[in-house]
């Protein structure tokens, strides 16, 4: 098995770590009802609003999910959910939905650069010592 290069690790986690940041920003914010108004307004607009806390929830699940090398690939799945609702949401409201689109290819490009293993487990793959870099 070839070993990943270091550049490519580090990029790898780099934007990883700044979605992470990002999604763990916004999952808080709805989580603990501390959203910008403008979010608050756009989730009441679109109908979502009494949902604000279970979004924000899932968003700060799924931040931890991508950081662990094990759970990564679910991580993976449940961002592109996230993104692609606020994608969605952004498109509805006529909203740019540039952020969230780079956000979602930055998610699965992380990814990919952290490992080809990584995304290999949606094919029941085991995690081999490369995880635990």
Request: with cysteine.
């Amino acid at each position: 098995m070839n070993k990943l290069s270091k550049p490519r690790l580090i990029a790898g986690w780099i934007l990883i770590l700044a979605v992470v940041a990002m999604l763990g920003m916004a999952g808080a914010g709805k989580f603990f009802g501390s959203a910008p108004p403008e979010v608050v307004a756009a989730m009441t607009k679109a109908g979502i609003a009494e949902r604000m806390q279970l979004i924000g929830a899932g968003a700060l699940l799924t931040s931890v999910l991508l950081l662990i090398p094990q759970t990564a690939s679910l991580g993976v799945l449940l961002a592109s959910a996230y993104w692609g609702g606020a994608i969605l949401m952004h498109f509805v409201l006529g909203d740019s939905f540039t952020t969230p689109a780079v956000l979602l290819v930055m998610t699965w490009a992380g990814c990919a650069l952290r490992g080809p293993w990584l995304l290999g487990s949606f094919q029941g793959q085991k995690c081999t010592a490369q995880c635990q870099a």
